[in-house]
């Protein structure tokens, strides 16, 4: 079993950039695959980036190609999610997930065992 503890969100202009983080517990982290998801008020939460067990594949969501990048540090147990040139049409709750089974495709919100309790983003305009 693991943990998931995000941190990093807050207020930020259009425009501008976050970086979130997850930490996980346990010494197992690099055995999931491990992803973001977000949900905005009133919306299905959906599927953002997704990471592989090493780091050496990642998948994005249309919306979010080319301006946001997730990355991990196995040795830090922690996954982030780099945003840039945020749009107000990004403000949502962030949540981070890990999948035991390396399920295929990433972008599948079901196939994600273990979730955080998620962070929030706001972009102004």
């Known amino acids: 079993q693991v943990q998931l503890v995000e941190s990093g969100g807050g207020l930020v202009q259009a425009g501008g950039s976050l970086r979130l983080s997850c930490a996980a517990s346990?010494?197992?982290?690099?055995?999931?695959?491990m992803g973001w998801f977000r949900q905005g008020q009133g919306k299905e939460r959906e599927f953002v980036a997704a990471?592989?067990?090493?780091?050496?594949?990642?998948d994005y969501a249309d919306s979010v190609k080319g301006r946001f990048t997730i990355s991990r540090d196995n040795a830090k147990n922690t996954v982030y999610l780099q945003m840039n040139s945020l749009k107000p049409e990004d403000t949502a709750v962030y949540y981070c997930a890990a999948d035991s089974d390396n399920s295929y495709p990433r972008r599948i919100r079901s196939n994600y065992d273990y979730w955080g309790q998620g962070t929030q983003v706001t972009v102004s305009s």
């Open positions: 990471i592989s067990r090493s780091g050496g594949s990642t």
């Open positions: 346990g010494r197992t982290f690099s055995r999931y695959t």
